[in-house]
């Protein structure tokens, strides 16, 4: 049975930082793809930032880029979400999803959204201003 398990949120100072974790287990495939994304109160789930696991192909949107890293440890299936100077903005559950490389679509710079296999439960981020 594949599981991914987020970790790592909390509640945080607006200028703060905390490191999300997604552990990935259950699955074969050597070569996958990891997708952070987020959902605020009343608004739908936006992607985040997302990694290929064998090449390290990174992808972030505006609204994180400089401030998130996104990494794997592929020995230990688990993709790590960096997020720093955290804004009252960034509060909301992070996702992580698992999808296969094999669908790695170039014109969305990693997996889309609607190709993601499977999900965790989701960790809630607050940054308090």
């Known amino acids: 049975e594949v599981q991914l398990v987020e970790s790592g949120g909390g509640l945080v100072q607006a200028g703060g930082s905390l490191r999300l974790s997604c552990a990935a287990s259950?699955?074969?495939?050597?070569?996958?793809?990891i997708g952070w994304f987020r959902q605020a109160p009343g608004k739908e789930r936006e992607r985040v930032s997302c990694i290929v696991s064998s090449d390290g192909i990174t992808y972030y949107e505006d609204f994180v880029k400089g401030r998130f890293t996104i990494s794997s440890d592929n020995a230990q299936n688990t993709v790590y979400l960096q997020m720093n100077s955290l804004r009252p903005e960034d509060t909301a559950v992070y996702y992580c999803?698992?999808?296969?490389?094999?669908?790695?679509?170039?014109?969305?710079?990693?997996?889309?959204?609607?190709?993601?296999?499977?999900w965790g439960q989701g960790t809630q981020v607050t940054v308090s201003s």
């Open positions: 259950g699955f074969t495939v050597d070569d996958y793809a």
């Open positions: 999803g698992l999808g296969w490389a094999s669908d790695y679509d170039a014109g969305e710079r990693c997996v889309s959204e609607s190709d993601y296999k499977y």
